[in-house]
């Protein structure tokens, strides 16, 4: 195995590491909690420590490595993409929520199904984290299932694995695909089921369904992210932490550790300041920053210029200078419209300082070879752009150094830079077609996770 560079530093089996401090810190969720949409919930309580649930969260490891700094900023990559079956920090939280799942099977002997609607990457870290726990020995394959609900849109980045790959374990952990010109419906579909089907299904089969779509199954995890920078980090009064972000889960998960760290610890962290990094598609956060509502009336207007067939706006910098279509979808994993988590990070910025940034394409694109330079010594970038398949680290490399040159980051020279996926099309195997269902209603998606309850209920 190859050592890493000098400036990286990392921190081996982050979830084992910080097991007893993340077991008492999930108790701060019971009275922080947000409004909760789940009609069933495990306790915030992690299994007992042991070989089994160490090799489980083995792939939870979290590095920090520097950057080269640009315009006298000093940059680092926290690093949460090292779960070679993910490729994104969505792994932390995923490995969180099964491990609940799994003591409260081993506590009551109930079974349990995750249902989960996706715009890709939380689907497949789930998907991952079930398959890690049925290889550990923490469960069964009947003891613990997973239905995952994406729009179609996303089915080029669902990761093949076990429970794709194995028939028996497909069979017990249906991946659907839903078509429709709003890929969020997928939440709709996904909530459609809970309301109309969970119960009868539970009272039939015995199977606890939990919709895991609950902000808090997220933030528990993403507290782990203030533990890092506690250990492995200088303390800095000037720290901006940029994210390229749908909900900014991760960011507030980090906000809550922070909290916690300081209020019930006694730690001395200086304050978080968070930067948010858009894309055209989804940038309501940022024009709630800016403008108090999700409004999209309050984009700039955009022009096309003939000489060169781009768009162009110079009325607000916070927004992209060119863009290719002012109606693109950069990236099909930032999928959120309208997010209620906005309500949070509003007054957190507000408070403490901060910001955000929308990125295109085109700009992404433009500066991909000198993003690619900046995080050769952290994360090999393929040479050829087209071969990406997941942005959100070249949109927040894209976004940090555009926020530099406009003069839109807080005062300071210390950026941390949340590096939460990235992954090209030689890096997995996508699921095959034949591998995935199809649901238009709630109806159709309760036939498929029936069918699945009923392949585990074979004894």
């Not at 084992?16 to 108790?27: D, F, G, I, K, V």
């Not at 070989?51 to 083995?58: Q, W």
Request: glycine share 6%.
């Amino acid at each position: 195995m190859v050592s890493p560079p000098p400036a990286t530093v990392i921190a081996k089996n982050a979830l084992t590491q910080y097991h007893a401090e993340l077991h008492r810190a999930l108790a701060v969720l019971e009275h922080d909690r947000a409004e909760s949409l789940e009609t069933f919930s495990p306790a915030f309580r992690l299994p007992e420590p042991s070989p089994a649930l160490e090799e489980y969260f083995s792939v939870s490891d979290v590095a920090v490595t520097d950057l080269p700094a640009y315009r006298d900023r000093r940059l680092r990559l926290l690093d949460l993409m090292r779960n070679p079956g993910t490729h994104t920090t969505k792994t932390l939280a995923s490995l969180i929520i099964v491990a609940r799942a799994v003591r409260h099977i081993a506590e009551t002997g109930e079974r349990v199904m995750i249902v989960t609607p996706s715009s890709a990457n939380k689907a497949t870290a789930l998907r991952d984290a079930v398959g890690r726990a049925i290889a550990a020995g923490l469960v069964t394959e009947d003891q613990l299932q997973i239905a995952g609900i994406v729009p179609a849109v996303s089915t080029a980045k669902l990761w093949s694995s076990p429970l794709s790959e194995s028939a028996p374990l497909r069979d017990r952990n249906p991946l659907v695909t839903h078509e429709s010109d709003e890929p969020a419906k997928v939440k709709e579909l996904a909530s459609a089921f809970m309301a109309e089907h969970a119960e009868r299904l539970h009272g039939k089969y015995g199977v606890r369904f939990w919709y895991t779509l609950d902000l808090d199954n997220y933030r528990a995890a993403d507290m782990v992210r203030a533990f890092i920078e506690r250990d492995l980090l200088p303390a800095s009064d000037t720290r901006v932490h940029v994210h390229s972000v749908s909900s900014a889960f991760g960011l507030l998960g980090h906000d809550l550790g922070h909290r916690w760290l300081t209020g019930e610890c006694g730690h001395e962290l200086p304050q978080a300041r968070y930067f948010l990094v858009q894309h055209l598609g989804t940038p309501d956060m940022v024009l709630s920053l800016r403008h108090g509502t999700h409004d999209r009336r309050n984009l700039p207007a955009y022009r096309l210029d003939t000489a060169d067939g781009l768009y162009r706006q110079d009325e607000d910098p916070h927004f992209p200078a060119t863009t290719f279509d002012p109606d693109e979808q950069l990236d099909p994993t930032f999928y959120t419209r309208r997010p209620q988590t906005s309500a949070r990070m509003d007054p957190i910025i507000a408070r403490h300082g901060g910001g955000g940034i929308v990125v295109s394409l085109h700009e992404c694109l433009k500066r991909y070879g000198e993003v690619r330079r900046l995080l050769a010594s952290a994360v090999e970038l393929p040479s050829d752009p087209r071969r990406l398949r997941e942005w959100s680290l070249v949109m927040a490399v894209t976004g940090t150094l555009n926020a530099i040159d406009r003069g839109l980051l807080p005062d300071g020279d210390d950026v941390l830079i949340h590096g939460s996926g990235s992954y090209a099309d030689q890096d997995y195997r996508p699921v095959p077609d034949a591998h995935r269902r199809t649901a238009d209603t709630a109806d159709e998606l309760a036939g498929h996770i029936e069918a699945a309850i009923r392949a585990a209920s074979v004894r």
